[in-house]
């Protein structure tokens, strides 16, 4: 009869042991999961900055040929 407990005790430690290992093993995950999807997104914000900032560059430089032109036209009225 004392074997039998003996090899339920060491059972029960063996599962809850068991247990705390993978509940440990499955927060170590979820956390290393969510870093990488919060990396992700830090990397997608910063590529659509990068993006967006070519984009405003462009838009100054046509902007800046328009005005050139207006002041060309601008000139050539005066001088007429």
């Known amino acids: ?3 039998l407990k003996r090899i339920g005790q060491i059972s029960l430690a063996a599962i809850l042991i068991g247990t705390a290992g993978t509940i440990i093993v499955a927060a170590i995950t979820a956390w290393a ?3 990488s999807k919060i990396t ?4 997608r914000a910063e590529r659509t900055e990068i993006t967006e900032q070519l984009h ?3 838009l100054v430089k046509k902007f ?3 005005d050139k ?3 060309k036209l601008e000139d050539l009225i005066k001088n007429k």
């Open 1 to 3: 009869m004392k074997k």
């Open 33 to 35: 999961t969510s870093n």
């Open 40 to 43: 992700e997104v830090r990397l």
């Open 56 to 58: 405003y560059k462009e």
């Open 64 to 66: 800046d040929d328009i």
């Open 69 to 71: 032109r207006f002041d």
